[in-house]
């Protein structure tokens, strides 16, 4: 848990891939809140979110993290601001979504729905499991 928007994608890579070490580690799930670069770049003068935000380099981050370190990531990037103001963000998210799906990463808005799809992961995998116990036998 970083805890952080505004951590530099190289750290995080190494994060991930020094997790990636931990046995008990079977899946990395990250929640960019990329909205809260918007007041950032504003109190900084920035027209253009997106010579703020890092996406590429996230996106690049992620994937050497996953290929590296060899446990599977979902990223989670959730659009919780609506005001009228707030629209360019969510083109840098559809771009971020983009990116990481381009590099493997799956992409969900709601953690929720990130959480679910790997409960569901999890249970097909016990499932699989138990009928080729049982194919083998005693």
């Known amino acids: ?78 659009n919780t601001r609506q005001e009228p103001e707030m629209i360019e963000i969510e083109t840098v998210i559809r771009e971020a979504r983009e990116k990481l799906l381009n590099a493997g990463i799956l992409v969900y808005e709601r953690l929720k729905d990130a959480l679910k799809a790997l409960a569901a992961v999890s249970a097909y995998q016990e499932r699989k499991t138990a009928m080729l116990a049982a194919e083998e036998g005693p």
């Open 1 to 78: 848990d970083v805890a952080n928007p505004f951590v530099p994608p190289d750290a995080l890579g190494r994060a991930m891939t020094a997790a990636s070490k931990d046995d008990r580690i079977q899946v990395h799930v990250m929640v960019q809140f990329l909205a809260s670069y918007h007041y950032v770049a504003r109190a900084m003068g920035i027209e253009d979110l997106r010579d703020l935000i890092p996406v590429t380099p996230l996106a690049d981050c992620c994937s050497a993290a996953v290929k590296e370190g060899g446990k599977p990531m979902v990223m989670v990037l959730p």
